[in-house]
């Protein structure tokens, strides 16, 4: 899995309530959070930006609560995954269960500037920033998240590998 677009930038701990503010937790329809993904940050930034688009933040990123709904306002707005210094564990686990791929690479998250044009690659970890011509290293996704990934997440992954007679529900 690879992945291509432009670089927004975003410092140290962005928390769910920036990616996804609280007066929208009243939905849980992708598009809709997508609308409004990062509105507190950058109240233009959905019209800024274009499908496949990378974000690359720094420290702690998805800090605060443990909603799922940041990571789906993430990949509904169309950014293809998120580069980060270091993530909250349970953002990074939420990320992964909806289907949005991060990496973490603090040198990446350091020295790539907005706008960069960057491509990532899942399965060897290479980050390439094509503007500054750099190359950076990230832990590549291992195969199984891959899959999720691929599937759309946790739950799509799910009803395309089992079928209902396999579930065995014993009360």
Known sequence: MKYSGKVWKFGDHVDTDVIIPARYLTTSDPRELGRHCMEDAD???????????????????????????APIAIKAA?????????????????????????FESPE????IKAGDVVKVNAQTGIIEDQTSKMNFQAEPIPPFMQEL???????????????????????
């Open 43 to 69: 109240p233009d930034f959905v019209k800024k930006i274009q499908k496949g688009d990378i974000i690359v933040a720094g420290r702690n990123f998805g800090s605060g609560s443990s909603r799922e709904h």
């Open 108 to 111: 990446a998250a350091q020295r």
């Open 78 to 102: 169309g950014i293809s995954c998120v580069i980060a210094e270091s993530f909250a564990r349970i953002f990074y686990r939420n990320a992964i269960n909806m289907g949005l791929p991060i």
């Open 149 to 171: 990934i691929h599937d759309g997440g946790l739950i799509a992954h799910i009803k395309k590998n089992i079928k209902p007679s396999q579930i065995y529900l014993k009360f």
